[in-house]
C-alpha cells in the first residue's frame, strides 16, 4: 500500500518524472563502456538531446536526452576507407535485453579474426531511433533535424552496410526480417537475399512480416497467404516510418536491415550460438563485398522472402491509375478555351485557399496546443491531434465562404478549369509520391483517382459528398489502421481503431518533426489542398 | 514606381498613336494593379529570402549553374580581397564588371536582386505601343480578318500580363532567391530590348555589347536589332543596296566598339587577361560537367577524349546556327524574332538555368493573340510542369537515395527541352499562320471554293 500501488498514479508519477528528466533507468554507459574496452574496441560516446514538440504517449517521452556508445574494431591489417555497422537499440526493460549481450561476444569473437576487410563498428543506441539518428547526423556532418548532440570523438570510413538486432529472449523460433524504412525506402532486394539464403543454409527460420512462408503457390489459400503478406509490406512502407533502427541508414545510401528475434510456440528452437554464427556469416558477407550493393532491385515488394514483385510489374498498374486522370484532363481541356484575365481569378481563389487550409492543417496543430490546453481539459498530443482533426474538418465547410467571396461568378467554364487544374495536379503530386514512396502513392491513388476523375457540380450532392468525404486521404488513413489491425491478426474494435488512428496522427507528425518523414507534410500541404479543390468542385454554384 | 510612370507617359507622348491622351488615362488607370502585383513580388521574395528554404535554393542545380551561383561570386570576391586574381582556381566565372558590381554593393545584394526584374516589365510597355501601331494599318489587310487584330483594350492588360507572367513565375522567383546573376543578365537583356524598340540604336548596340561581354550567346540577338532598326527606318532589306550597308556597318561598329571599349575596360580592372578563358573558354569548352537543366553535361560525361572537341563545336553551332534561317524568315517581324532567339538561347546554351527560361517565358502574353492558332499548348504545359516536379524528385532518388542514376535525371531534362523545343516552335506556327491569314483571309478557300486547310512545311 502506498503511493505507487495505484497503477493510475504510477503512470502519473512516471510521467512526471520524465518530463523532469531525470531518467529513472537509463543505459549502463560506463559498464558498456568497460565491456567494449575490455573486448579490445575503439570505445567512444555521444549524447544527445532533443525536446519533442508535444509528449509522445506510445513512447511516454518528452524531452529526451541519451547516449550512445559505439566501439570500433579497425580492421587489421586493411586501409580504414569503409565500415560496417551492427547495432543494437538499448531500451529499458524487456524490450530488447538480449541484443546488446550478442553484440559484445561478437565484438570478442571478432576481435580474434584476421580477415576483415572493412572496421566494423558496434552501436549501443539509446532511445532506438532518435539515438540512431543522432549518431547518423554526426556521423555524416548534417544536422536535418534539428537535434543537438555532440560531435563523433572517433570515426571509421564510409559505412557499406548496417545490420541492427533486436532480441528480447535468448532462445528463438525464427528471425523476422525487416526491410521497410523511413519514407518507404527499402535496401537492396540482394541483402534480403542474402540473409535469407543464408539462414536456410543453417537452418534457421526466417520470416517476413512475421508471417511464415508457405509453399503451395498454386492455391488459394496460398495465394490469400502471400497477398496478405505483401498487404502488409504495402501498409508498412506506406506509413513512411522507419519499422526498425535500420531505416535511418537508408537515407545516406548505407544498404541497411534489422533482424528481429521472435521466441513463439514451436518445437525446433535455436540457442544464441547459432545466432552468433548466422550474424557472423552476414558480417563476413558483407566483409567481402568490393562495391556497395547495388546489382539488384531498389524497387520491389516481397509476398514472400522467396518471390518479389519489381517496380516494372507494379508501376503500370499505378501508370493506368494516372493515365485515367490524365485522360480526363485531356477531354476537359478540349472542352474549355483559355478563359480572359478575371477566369483566371475565379480559379486561383479556390487554389489559394485549399493551400492555405492545408497550411493551416501544417501548422496550426503543433503550434497552437498550449493555447488549446489551457482551454480545454486535454493533454498535449491529444490537443495536437484533435486540433488537426478539427482543421480538417472545418476544411470541409469552405466551399460556401470560398463562393461568397468569388461573388456569383462561379460559371460553367469556372469549374471545368478548376478541375483541369486539378486533375493535372493531382496527376503530377501522385506521380512524384509513387516515385519516391510507391505504396503511398498507390493507396492515395486507388482512393482518390475513380471519385475525382467522375467529379462534377451536377451529381446527386448529397450521395457524392459522402462518397467524397468517405474517400478523403483521413478516412485512408483509418481504413489502413482497420486493415493492417486484420493482417496482423489483431482485430481491434471501432473505437479502439480509432484510437489507434488519432495515436497514428500523432506518430505521424513527430515522425516528420524528428526524423524527416514526409508523409505529414505531403498529406496535409499537397494531398488535402488537392481533395478541398475537387470538394469545391462538387459545390461550385 | 514613380519612375516608370514617368517613363511611361513619356514614351508614350513621344509616340505616333492617334489616342493620346486615352492612353495616357488607361495608363494611369493601370497602375493600381501594377502597384499591388510589385508588392506581391516583393512580399514573397522578401519571405523566401528570410527564411530557410534560401539556402536550399541556392543550392539546387537547377537553379544556379557554374556562372551564375552567388557562392562563386563570394569566392571570387574574397579572392579580390586577398589580392589574388579572383579567376584562379576554376571556382569564379563571372566577368570583372559583375565582380567590381558586387564589390560595392554586396552588401545590399538582396535588393539588387529584388531590383532586377523590375527593368524587365518597364520593357512591357513599349511592346504595347509597337502592338499599337498594327491598329492604325488595318485597312491594309481583308475585312474577315479584323477579328485577328488586336483592339486597344486587349492590348491593354499585356504589361501587366508581361509583368505578372515575369515577377510571378517560380522559376524567376526562385532564381531571385538562390541570387542567381542569371537576373542580372536577364536585366541587360531586357533594357537592351527596350532601348532597340524605343529606336535608340547607340544605347541599344552599347547593351547589346554589354549582353555579349556577360555571356556569348546575345550575339544572336544581333540579327534581330538590325532588322528591327532596318524597319523602322524604313529601309530595305536589300543586299544590294548601299542605304542597307551604310547602317549596317554603323551598327556593327557601334557594338563592336562597345565590346572593344568594355573588354579593354574589363583588363583595366583586373590587370590580365585572365577574364577571357576563365569565362568565355569556360562558356565554350563546358568543362564543369555538374548535372543541370541543359543537353550538355550528360551528353559530355560519356563522351572519349577523342571527339570532345568535335562534339563541342557541334553542340555550340547548334545555337548559333539558327539565326540565319530565322531571320529570312522573319525579317519583317524582328519582335518574334528576338524572342525567338531568347528562346533558343534558353534552351541550348551550355548553362542553362530557369532564370533563363522565365525571361522568354515572360514575353508570351505579348502573343496572347496566337492561341487560338496554338496546336499543343496543353501538352507543352502539361509536360513542363511536370519535369519541374519532377526535377527535384528525380534528383533525390539519384543522389541520395541512390536508387536512380543520372539516367533519370536526364531523362527528365530531355522532356524539359522538348516541351520548351515544342512550345517555340508552336508559338513560331502560329505566328507564321497568323500572317498568312492576314495576307490571305482567315477564311482559307482551294480553288473549287471548298474549305482549304493550312500545313506547315
Known sequence: MGLLSDPSRRKVLTGLLTRLNTPICGMPVEWLVKAMQSRGLEVFTQSFSRKLPFPDENKERYMVRGTNVYGILRAPRAPRTEALVISAPCSPGDSNNQAVGLLLALAQYFRNQVYWAKDIIFLVNEHD???????????????????????????????????????????????????????????????????????????????????????????????????????????????????????????????????????????????????????????????????????????????????????????????????????????????????????????????????????????????????????????????????????YTAGLALPHNTQRLLSGEGTEQGWKVLKLTALLYLAVLLGCTALINFSLGFILAVTLVPITASMTPHMPKALSALVMVLLSPAFTVLYCVFIYQELIEAPVSVSEGWMLFLSVISQGILDHALYGSLVYPLLALFIYPCWLMFWNILFWS | KTVCDLNLSSVLMNSNLVHRADSFFLATKMAAPLTLLLIVAVTIR??????????????????????????????????????????????????????????????????????????????????????????????????????????????????????????????????????????????????????????????????????????????????????????????????????????????????????????????????????????????????????????????????????????????????????????IKLKEHPVFLIFMQIAIISIFKSYPTVGDVALYMAFLPAWSHLYRFLRNIFLVSCVLLACSALFPVLWHLWIYAGSANSNFYYAITLLFNFGQI?????????????????????YLKKKDGTEATLVLK
Open chain 1, 129 to 391: 531511433l532518435m539515438g540512431t539518428q543522432a549518431w547518423l547526423e554526426a556521423y555524416h556532418h548534417t544536422n536535418i533535424t534539428g537535434m543537438e548532440y555532440s560531435p563523433l570523438q572517433g570515426r571509421a570510413g564510409s559505412i557499406q552496410a548496417a545490420l541492427s538486432l533486436e532480441l528480447s529472449s535468448d532462445v528463438i523460433t525464427s528471425l523476422d526480417l525487416i526491410l521497410e524504412g523511413l519514407n518507404g525506402q527499402l535496401p537492396n532486394l540482394d541483402l534480403a537475399n542474402l540473409f535469407y539464403a543464408f539462414c536456410q543454409k543453417l537452418g534457421v527460420l526466417c520470416t517476413i512480416q512475421g508471417k511464415l512462408q508457405r509453399n503451395d503457390w498454386d492455391t488459394a489459400e496460398g495465394y490469400t497467404h502471400a497477398a496478405q503478406t505483401m498487404m502488409l509490406m504495402v501498409l508498412k512502407q506506406a506509413c513512411g516510418r522507419s519499422w526498425g533502427d535500420h531505416g535511418l541508414f537508408l537515407r545516406y545510401h548505407i544498404e541497411a536491415a534489422s533482424v528481429r528475434g521472435i521466441n513463439s510456440f514451436r518445437h525446433y528452437k535455436t540457442d544464441a550460438a547459432t545466432i552468433g554464427r548466422l550474424l557472423e556469416g552476414m558480417v563476413r558477407k558483407l566483409n567481402n563485398l568490393l562495391e556497395r550493393l547495388h546489382q539488384s532491385y531498389f524497387f520491389y515488394l516481397l509476398p514472400s522472402l522467396s518471390r518479389f514483385v519489381s517496380i516494372g510489374c507494379y508501376m503500370l498498374a499505378f501508370g493506368l491509375l494516372v493515365v485515367i486522370l490524365l485522360l480526363r484532363g485531356v477531354t476537359e481541356a478540349q472542352q474549355v478555351s483559355l478563359p480572359s484575365g478575371p477566369g483566371v481569378l475565379t480559379v486561383l481563389t479556390p487554389v489559394v485557399i485549399s493551400h492555405l487550409t492545408g497550411v493551416a492543417l501544417y501548422l496550426l496543430p503543433v503550434h497552437l496546443q498550449e493555447m488549446a490546453v489551457e482551454h480545454f481539459p486535454v493533454s498535449e498530443t491529444e490537443a495536437v491531434v484533435l486540433t488537426a482533426v478539427a482543421i
Open chain 2, 422 to 442: 515544342l512550345l517555340v516552335s508552336d508559338y513560331f506556327y502560329a505566328y507564321l499562320r497568323r500572317e498568312h491569314h492576314l495576307t490571305h483571309g482567315l
Open chain 2, 46 to 327: 522578401a519571405v523566401l529570402f528570410r527564411s530557410s528554404w534560401a539556402e536550399l535554393i541556392s543550392e539546387r542545380v537547377e537553379v544556379v549553374s557554374p556562372l551564375n551561383a552567388w557562392k562563386r561570386v563570394v569566392e571570387g570576391l574574397a579572392l579580390l580581397d586577398l589580392g589574388v586574381s579572383p579567376y584562379s582556381g576554376d571556382v569564379f566565372h563571372e566577368t570583372p564588371f559583375m565582380i567590381y558590381l558586387f564589390h560595392f554593393v554586396v552588401d545590399y545584394a538582396e535588393i539588387v536582386f529584388m531590383v532586377s526584374p523590375d527593368l524587365v516589365f518597364c520593357l512591357s510597355r513599349f511592346l504595347t505601343s509597337l502592338k499599337q501601331k498594327y491598329a492604325l494599318e488595318s485597312d491594309r489587310y481583308p475585312a474577315d480578318c479584323l477579328e485577328l487584330l488586336r483592339s486597344p483594350k486587349e492590348m491593354f492588360y499585356i504589361p501587366l500580363k508581361v509583368a505578372m507572367f515575369y515577377l510571378l513565375n517560380p522559376f524567376t522567383i526562385l532564381s531571385c532567391v538562390a541570387k542567381s546573376t542569371c537576373g542580372l543578365n536577364n536585366a541587360i537583356i531586357a533594357l537592351f530590348i527596350l532601348c532597340t524598340l524605343k529606336g535608340s540604336a547607340l544605347l541599344s548596340g552599347i547593351l547589346l555589347a554589354l549582353a555579349t561581354y556577360q555571356s556569348i550567346y546575345p550575339l544572336t540577338l544581333f540579327a534581330p536589332a538590325l532588322l528591327f532598326f532596318l524597319q523602322r527606318l524604313y529601309i530595305p532589306v536589300n543586299l544590294r543596296r548601299s542605304s542597307f550597308w551604310f547602317f549596317t556597318l554603323q551598327y556593327a561598329f557601334i557594338y563592336v566598339g562597345s565590346l572593344v571599349v568594355i573588354t579593354g575596360l574589363s583588363f583595366f580592372l583586373l590587370g590580365s587577361w585572365d577574364f577571357i578563358p576563365s569565362v568565355y573558354g569556360f562558356i565554350f569548352s563546358v568543362p564543369d560537367l555538374t548535372p543541370n537543366i541543359g543537353l550538355f553535361w550528360y551528353f559530355f560525361a560519356e563522351m572519349f577524349e577523342h571527339f570532345r572537341l568535335f562534339f563541342i563545336c557541334v553542340f555550340q553551332i547548334n545555337v548559333f546556327f539558327y539565326t540565319i534561317p530565322l531571320s
